[in-house]
C-alpha cells in the first residue's frame, strides 16, 4: 500500500514537472529530441553492460559452487 502511494505521487510531481516544462520543451524541441535519444542510447548500454556483469558473476558463483 505504501509503495503504490509513493508511486502514485511520484507520478503526479512528475506530471506537474513535464507541464512546467511545456513550452520550454517546445522551444528547443529539436536539440531536446536529440539530447533525449542519446540519454536513451547511453542508458541502454549502461544497463546491458550492467546485465552483462550480473549474469557473468552469477555464473561465476555457480562455477565455484560446483
Known amino acids: ?4 502511494l509513493s508511486i502514485q505521487m511520484r507520478r503526479e510531481l ?4 513535464t507541464q ?8 528547443t524541441n529539436e ?7 542519446s540519454l536513451y542510447f547511453m542508458i541502454r ?4 553492460f550492467v546485465l552483462y556483469r550480473i549474469i557473468n558473476s552469477q ?7 560446483k
Open 20 to 27: 512546467s516544462n511545456d513550452n520550454t520543451i517546445s522551444c
Open 14 to 17: 512528475l506530471s506537474d514537472y
Open 59 to 65: 555464473e561465476g558463483i555457480a562455477h565455484i559452487q
Open 1 to 4: 500500500m505504501q509503495h503504490s
Open 31 to 37: 536539440m531536446y529530441g536529440r539530447k533525449r535519444l
Open 45 to 48: 548500454e549502461i544497463s546491458l
